[in-house]
C-alpha cells in the first residue's frame, strides 16, 4: 500500500519555476513506478513525465521537454517535478501517481495504482 501526497504548487509568473515534491508513505515506494500528470478545468488528465523505480531513466511529454525534470529520492520515499520556464498553458492541477510492481512508468491514467489529491499550479502571463 501507498499513499502519495504533493505539495508545491503555487502562482508564478511566465518564465519562473516551480519544484513539486510528491511524498510517499509506503515501504514498497521504491519498486514503483511514478508519474505525474496535469488537468485543467475541462480538460483531460494528461501524461507529463514519468520515471523508473531505479531513479534512472525518464519520460517526458513533447510539451515539457526541456523545461520540466522529474527525479527521485528514494531514501526520502519522494520523487520530484522540477518545472522551469513555465508558460500559462502549464496552469493545472497536479497529480502523482504509483504503479506497484513496476519498473517503467504508464503514461496512461489507467496504468497507475495510487493517486495524489493533487496540487494547482497556476502561471500567470
Known amino acids: 500500500q501507498v499513499q502519495l501526497v504533493e505539495s508545491g504548487g503555487g502562482l508564478v509568473q511566465a518564465g519562473g519555476s516551480l519544484r513539486l515534491s510528491c511524498a510517499a508513505s509506503?515501504?514498497?515506494?521504491?519498486?514503483?513506478?511514478v508519474g505525474w500528470f496535469r488537468q485543467a478545468p475541462g480538460k483531460e488528465r494528461d501524461f507529463v513525465a514519468g520515471?523508473?523505480?531505479?531513479?534512472?531513466?525518464?519520460y517526458y511529454a513533447d510539451s515539457v521537454k526541456g523545461r520540466f525534470t522529474i527525479s527521485r529520492d528514494i531514501a526520502k520515499n519522494t520523487v520530484y517535478l522540477q518545472m522551469n520556464s513555465l508558460k500559462p498553458e502549464d496552469t493545472a492541477n497536479y497529480y502523482c501517481?504509483?504503479?506497484?510492481?513496476?519498473?517503467?512508468?504508464?503514461?496512461?491514467?489507467?496504468?497507475?495504482?495510487?493517486w495524489g489529491q493533487g496540487t494547482q499550479v497556476t502561471v500567470s502571463s
Open positions: 501517481a504509483a504503479r506497484r510492481g513496476y519498473v517503467s512508468p504508464p503514461r496512461d491514467i489507467n496504468g497507475y495504482d495510487y
Open positions: 509506503g515501504r514498497t515506494f521504491s519498486t514503483n513506478a
Open positions: 520515471i523508473h523505480s531505479s531513479g534512472t531513466i525518464t
